[in-house]
């Protein structure tokens, strides 16, 4: 019986020790060396005696963060990554809320981690190699794991900027492993070119689903998401036939009409979420890659990354939202009004979910757990958590379920209800419009529109009065010559407020 992820390790090892596991810009690295490293971290951990504590993981993203990971699983504890470019101030509010028993980073990063470690250890990876692996310790510390263990802590601050922890177990996490495995037929011919961050929930897909599967991943060098061509040189190079990506990324590519510099006759599926993609946007890459296999996938971190699925199987229309699809294996999406009921028709709800792959809530921080994780109000007859994602979604005539907006992006103006959402998906439909996003100034009653593209500000607008009512456009329009994102490849909402709303 798996009772944490790392196991996955040691069954892949015994059928494919020499297979390359993760490669990065520097190395490439066997299962069965990923598994020598991963024990070394892990005895290091044990002989300081620590089990089921915090230990922050301050590593540049490369594959001694994977074995670091693992190492930490197998020692009975659970991580939480912090980005070595991540701010000094986010860094010291998220140690004041973890209390880690050990920070690990290398010599290279060392000295400031001793700047902010305030006390806290600091192990450097080069000191785990040079360990002897204790096989009777590991045996013991393995023995001692449940799956309802925590596996990480992943910070997230959504868009109030202040990190919560976010605690996963490792039967969530095992839960999400064994239906992508299942759902997507993951096995080892997979070749994933992961872009997201370790510290950003949608990369527990390459890192665990190429553990399980014996995959391969390609951790793509950061820099190469500035330079459409060259990224698809290396995924041509590579020959990756599986890519998992925030929209934004892939919209850098058919924005600058590169996806077919060159052609990649290997891409097999393309897999996208945590913000909206553009419906117009994805014709572009379908109609690039008809054979192709494309999936809109749903969930915040708090429902280990994903929660529902969608198989772009259907014509998609450029002024439609993309439907997010039916619930995971052991997941349940309930879409409840605001009166706790089942919606009914195509009445507007918010997404909550239940299930095992549920968190635990935010690490130190119960008054925040109490406001989302809250007792399903549809079961009076037992204890049963479910947790209020914030986002809304309604049914449309197909029976689909489609995305609205975050509840936060509802708005009441001119006496309206108005989900910023739906602005956002019919201006991205017309044509020279790249990317937007839509705000709310509260103060003065006005919706700021923010784009990209060729087309001017007024005939923009023109166009919109003929797809939203009067009461939808927008009271001002920002042309931008680059669209802000975030650490996590998501529009950066806050900077956009602060810079020209508040």
């Not at 698809?232 to 058919?254: D, G, K």
């Not at 510099?261 to 994805?282: C, H, I, N, S, T």
């Not at 089942?342 to 008054?367: F, H, P």
Request: with cysteine.
């Amino acid at each position: 019986m798996i009772t944490n992820v790392a196991q996955y390790l040691d069954e892949t090892v015994n059928k494919f020790p020499d297979k390359i596991a993760f490669v990065d810009s520097k190395r490439s690295i066997t299962f069965e060396t990923l598994k020598i490293e991963a024990d070394k971290v892990a005895t290091e951990i044990c002989n300081g005696g620590y089990r089921k504590e915090p230990i922050i993981v301050f590593l540049e993203k490369s594959v001694e963060v994977v074995s670091t990971f693992l190492g930490i699983i197998k020692s009975g504890n659970f991580y939480s990554p912090i980005d070595v470019n991540m701010p000094v101030a986010r860094i010291e509010k998220i140690i004041d809320t973890l209390q880690p028993k050990v920070i690990i980073t290398d010599r290279k990063n060392s000295k400031i981690a001793n700047e902010f470690a305030k006390g806290v250890p600091v192990l450097e990876y080069e000191t785990c190699m040079e360990t002897n692996v204790d096989y009777g310790l590991l045996s013991d510390a393995n023995d001692k794991i449940l799956d309802s263990d925590l596996a990480y802590v992943l910070f997230t601050s959504g868009s109030t900027g202040i990190p919560k922890g976010v605690m996963i177990s490792e039967k969530g996490l095992i839960d999400f492993v064994e239906w992508a495995t299942d759902y997507f037929k993951i096995n080892e011919d997979f070749i994933f070119g992961n872009q997201t961050p370790f510290y950003f929930s949608f990369s527990i897909y390459e890192i665990y689903l190429t553990i399980k599967n014996a995959a391969t991943t390609f951790i793509i060098p950061h820099e190469l998401f500035s330079y459409p061509g060259e990224l698809m040189n290396y995924l041509f190079e590579h020959s990756i036939n599986t890519i998992i990506w925030v929209p934004s990324a892939l919209c850098m590519i058919s924005t600058f009409r590169a996806l077919k510099a060159p052609y990649l006759p290997e891409l097999k599926r393309v897999l996208f979420g945590a913000e909206v993609m553009p419906a117009k946007q994805l014709n572009r890459w379908i109609s690039a890659y008809p054979n192709v296999e494309f999936y809109n996938l749903f969930g915040p971190t708090e429902v280990t990354d994903t929660c529902s699925a969608y198989k772009i199987e259907r014509q998609i229309n450029d002024n439609e939202a993309i439907p997010i699809g039916i619930s995971c294996q052991n997941k349940e999406m309930l879409l409840l009004n605001e009166d706790d009921e089942l919606v009914t028709g195509d009445e507007v709800g918010e997404i909550c979910v239940r299930g095992s792959g549920m968190a635990y809530g935010y690490y130190n921080d119960e008054q925040r757990t109490k406001e989302v994780f809250v007792q399903n109000p549809l079961n009076n007859r037992y204890s049963e958590i479910i947790y209020r994602t914030g986002d809304l979604a309604r049914y449309n005539e197909l029976g689909e379920l489609i995305y609205v907006s975050r509840k936060d992006f509802q708005i009441k103006h001119m006496g309206q209800r108005i989900e910023l959402g739906e602005i956002e998906t019919a201006i991205a439909s017309i044509d020279g419009v790249e990317r937007c996003c839509c705000l709310y100034d509260s103060k003065k009653s006005r919706i700021f529109m923010f784009y990209l593209g060729q087309i001017e500000s007024t005939e923009l607008i023109e166009k919109l009065r003929n797809i939203v009512p009067h009461y939808m456009v927008p009271n001002r329009s920002i042309k931008l010559e680059e669209m802000p994102f975030n650490l996590n490849g998501k529009i950066d909402r806050v900077k956009l407020k602060s810079e020209y709303i508040d």
